[in-house]
């Protein structure tokens, strides 16, 4: 394991401790050329399925990528990385545990899309706005009220509607 501070191959290990999660060693290394410590993680390497892209592309399933655009979409908001990180983990073991070899890029993005309407709705329609591709301002309007209608708030839906009215140019 090279040193992330020298780059030296040469460490020894100086305590090893299952992972919170059970299913990685956390590692405390120390480096025989420097003498700084670093901490690495060991885990059953698993094989991902592909994700199928709209296109057809496919290419390998990418919690990394998956967890950058939740970062963006939970940008400043009240949403900890604790709470992404555990449902990036879910989402992954539920894709393996299902055993299947290809996995649509839609199946993944509404699953993602989902996990957020449940923890922060303002990330949510973050999120929706580039992963549903949003055009103009009448898509913003038309998702919010869905989101007002699934959450029972007629006098909030009523106010978009009236936004919706003015927001149109008028010929």
Do not use: W
């Amino acid at each position: 394991m090279k040193c992330p501070f020298c780059a030296d191959m040469e460490n020894k290990v100086i305590d090893s401790r299952l992972g919170k999660d059970g299913l990685s060693i956390r590692r405390r290394r120390e480096c025989l050329e420097c003498g700084h410590r670093f901490t690495t993680y060991e885990r059953v390497e698993e094989i991902q399925p592909l994700v199928v892209k709209k296109d057809g592309r496919r290419e390998p399933f990418d919690r990394d990528k998956i967890r950058e655009g939740m970062l963006k979409a939970t940008q400043k908001r009240p949403v900890s990385v604790e709470v992404i990180d555990n449902f990036i983990d879910s989402l992954e073991r539920q894709f393996q545990e299902a055993n299947q070899k290809e996995i649509p890029s839609k199946e993944v993005g509404e699953r993602v899309i989902d996990a957020l309407r449940s923890m922060d709705e303002v990330a949510y329609v973050r999120f929706a706005s580039v992963y549903r591709q949003f055009k103009d301002l009448d898509d913003f309007v038309t998702e919010l009220k869905q989101l007002l209608i699934n959450k029972g708030e007629p006098a909030a839906k009523q106010a978009l509607d009236e936004l919706g009215r003015t927001a149109k140019p008028k010929n």
